[in-house]
């Protein structure tokens, strides 16, 4: 395996073994406070942890085959499609629980784990999207390029979620609703849009292949 095939298996084990502690530290957390924004992160990530064990798992199988192998393409394209409905998923669910959020009100409890969950988060996914980027430069590879575009997009919501959730703990009242909502709109919007965007690149390169 190339130098740089074992960066990108590194990296995707990186991604793994840092994201499996969030839910389960997010769901600890719902015990104590009920945010919007804390519940619907709790979904988004353990969704999103779905979806790195299921590239990682596709790297390590397809990372020694030429890149137009039958194998290799079947399931790198998955992969893209996996992670682009990861993200929707992870948007709406988002967007439903914002909305709910909204109109039915709730006291919002301790927010501070999910606070501390995405700080370091903002922090080990932009370590992350630049090493995927470096790997992905190196040696091309679409399940690099999918899990670029997860972490670029998982650091711009963190920080969104962080904004939220120091909004929450700052203010009271219906400036804290609007907050908790605001936050979960904008995580709503980069989800989807970035997850449409997978997508439709997939499927693009797809019929471009089978023209």
Known sequence: MAVSDKRGGRTLLASVLLSAPGPLVLGL????????????????RTVELAATIVSWYVYRSTSGLPSDDEKRVRLECRVDIIVGIAMLISGLAMGCLA??????????????????????????????AMNYTAANKKTPNDVMKAQ??????????????????????????????IAD??????????????????????????????A
């Open 29 to 44: 957390g719902l015990l104590v406070g009920n945010s919007t924004t804390q519940i619907a992160d709790f979904v988004r």
């Open 181 to 210: 909502f605001a936050g979960g709109i904008a995580v709503t919007a980069v989800l989807c849009v970035n997850g449409i965007k997978l997508l439709i690149r997939r499927f693009t390169a797809r019929k471009k292949e089978l």
């Open 148 to 177: 670029r575009a997860l972490y670029f997009t998982k650091t711009i919501v963190d920080t969104c979620v962080c904004g939220a959730l120091v909004a929450v703990m700052l203010v009271t009242g219906n400036a804290a609703r």
């Open 99 to 128: 909305v709910i959020g909204f109109i039915r009100p709730s006291e919002k409890g301790n927010v501070t784990p999910a606070l501390i969950i995405a700080a370091l988060g903002v922090i080990s996914n932009g370590i992350l």
